[in-house]
């Protein structure tokens, strides 16, 4: 079905807690193993209603924050999911509780009953207000950002629209682009300071009524961390900081020779070539014409995802005021639907729209069918797998979105991951940082992020634009106010993209088929299950960073 065709209609909360008490009690009384499996089956098609008219809900409020229906609608969600989430939790309760749990188990497997004993530990009734808040709060940051309106170039821009200016070819551009976005949220920054306050303090009171000192450990239950812990991700931020951030300083040095510069600014990040960056050729229409016949030449199912996601308008990429920043991959499971959302601004990262988020949504088209439904759903960093390592699989095809700058694109590519991940590592350990010292003043936080800034990306030169060189560029990232702890799964999935590359160098069809085999399992592995499984070392392996690190080293130098 056509996204503007779904139908949408307000679940109604008494109706929906009367519907899951009476398929709790259902599950309940079951007298056989068949009986439960037939009970399940039952929550399973309701909590699929139920989740497709919220994520219909949602999408429709991203595309137009002004929309006071579906503001409405979000703002209702918000309050109603909370209150809703003890008769799910008491349905968990009953799943893992079951007398023919080995009957399930032994038709599901176990992975669905350790992920439900991880949800469990992330709720108790007493803390539904603050969910509540919690909620709010991240609602109130998204729609701040979104309203964005900045007076710039004789233009009144969103801070999608404006970004593009990072890459001028005129400095002086450049720099104005960044002051003109950094002046907006420094007029801001008391009221971006007083929210992330707010959210820190709520999420320690969850964390405190939930039997922990500090919100790290929730927030790593939230994640469904279900194959490692802080320690290994600590030792990983580690292998970046030896392994990865010397690569990073090369490519940056690099950088600054290219575009004659001494000091390489805040505003000189993002500008890689004198003479301007790959950009995409072409109108929107364009690319998505060539978006069709890569997939339809990269395989037979992407082929087939392509014509479907094309076919069912699940696509929605041009940015205009009131559509909310960034972009994402959401899940319509009713409609059996994928559905990407993004802000083209003409520069490489449209390009990526048809990479990155098509490899979401191409995993989530091959699941649809999976049941349990649950078992369709995969941890963060393995979703990030899927994505990233698509980004490289697309290479062959990309001549075709960037013509005589294609080489550009590939170094723009390759560099970007690697700078990226000294930076997704450094939002990491700032997020430690905050919960596990949720007293910290405002100065303080600013003063850590710049001390970070030092150790993870030492070619930036801060000065010149206050809003970065007080160390308030994590106010700028939306995952730290609505998804701690999320950020590290870009940087684990960045590695193993980067593996599935470099395999691909050498062999492209057998890359490809260990990519399409970990896809396939969804989530019915874990993560290092399903890095084992496709033949490759996990992130957390002592020499797999340099291993990547030095395969890229090998490229660059060959270049």
């Known amino acids: ?29 079951a007298k056989s193993a068949d009986d439960a499996f037939a009970a399940y089956k039952k929550y399973d098609d309701a909590t699929k209603e139920l989740f497709s008219a919220i994520s219909i809900g949602r999408i429709r409020h991203t595309l137009d924050t002004n929309d006071k229906f579906y503001d409405g609608e979000k703002a209702y969600f918000d309050e109603m999911l909370p209150k809703l989430q003890p008769a799910m939790k008491a349905y968990t309760q009953a799943l893992l509780d079951s007398p023919f749990r080995a009957e399930l188990e ?13 949800q469990l530990k992330t709720f108790k009734p007493e803390i539904v207000p603050d969910l509540q808040e919690e909620n709010r709060l991240s609602s109130e940051y998204s729609k701040l950002i979104a309203s964005a309106q900045i007076e710039f170039d004789g233009k009144t821009l969103t801070l999608a629209q404006i970004r593009p200016y990072s890459e ?6 450049r720099k104005a682009a ?26 320690t009171r969850i964390a405190e009524k939930l039997g922990h000192t500090h919100f790290t450990q929730v927030g790593y239950y939230r994640m469904q961390r279900n194959c490692y812990d802080q320690a290994q991700v600590a030792k990983f931020r580690e292998g970046v900081i030896n392994h990865i951030v010397p690569v990073a300083l090369r490519l940056k040095n690099e950088q600054k020779q290219r575009i004659g510069v001494d000091s390489l600014k805040f505003y000189d990040d993002a500008f890689e070539y004198p003479e301007g960056n790959a950009k995409p050729m072409g109108t929107p229409e364009d690319i998505f014409a060539h978006g069709k016949k890569m997939y339809h030449e990269l395989s037979d199912e992407t082929a087939q995802f392509i014509d479907f ?26 409609y059996k639907s994928p559905f990407i959302f993004a802000n083209f601004n003409g520069t490489a990262g449209d390009i990526d729209v048809l990479t990155h988020e098509a490899g979401h949504a191409f995993a989530g ?33 990309v001549e075709g979105f960037f013509g005589d700058a294609t080489q550009k694109y590939y170094q723009q590519h390759l560099g970007g991951a690697l700078t990226f991940i000294p930076y997704g590592v450094m939002v990491d350990e ?63 999935a960045q590695i193993m993209a980067l593996s599935f590359w470099a395999d691909a160098q050498k062999d492209a069809k057998s890359a490809w088929e260990k990519y399409r085999r970990l896809v396939g399992f969804a989530g019915t592995k874990t993560f290092v299950e399903l890095v084992q499984d496709a033949g490759l070392p996990t992130p957390f392996e002592a020499d797999n960073v340099k291993t990547v690190a030095d395969a890229a080293v090998e490229w660059l130098d060959g270049r």
């Open 309 to 334: 996601m094309l076919e069912n308008e699940l696509f929605d990429v041009l940015t205009r005021p009131g559509k909310q920043a960034g972009g994402y991959c959401a899940s319509i499971p009713k």
């Open 106 to 118: 032994k038709a599901w497997g176990t992975l669905l009953f350790d992920n439900a004993e991880l």
């Open 168 to 173: 001028h070819p005129d400095r002086a551009m």
């Open 430 to 492: 700032f997020q430690h940082h905050m919960y596990n010292n949720p007293e910290l003043t405002p100065a303080r936080r600013n003063a850590l992020w710049l001390e970070l800034e030092a150790k993870y990306r030492p070619w930036l030169d801060l000065t010149e634009t206050p809003f970065y060189g007080e160390g308030r560029r994590w106010q700028a990232q939306g995952h730290i106010f609505s998804s701690p702890f999320y950020y590290i799964d870009y940087c684990l």
């Open 365 to 397: 088209y091959l699941a649809k069918d999976i049941y349990p439904s649950a078992l369709r759903y995969y941890s963060m960093e393995t979703a990030e797998v899927h994505s990233m390592a698509m980004e490289f699989f697309t290479w062959p095809w």
């Open 178 to 203: 960044v002051e003109a976005t950094g002046a907006w949220f420094m007029e801001r920054a008391e009221k971006f300071d007083t929210l992330f306050d707010e959210l820190v303090k709520v999420r």
């Open 1 to 29: 079905m056509k996204f503007s065709q779904m139908p949408y209609e307000r679940p109604q909360f008494d109706a929906v807690l009367a519907q899951m008490e009476g398929l709790l009690a259902e599950f309940k009384a």
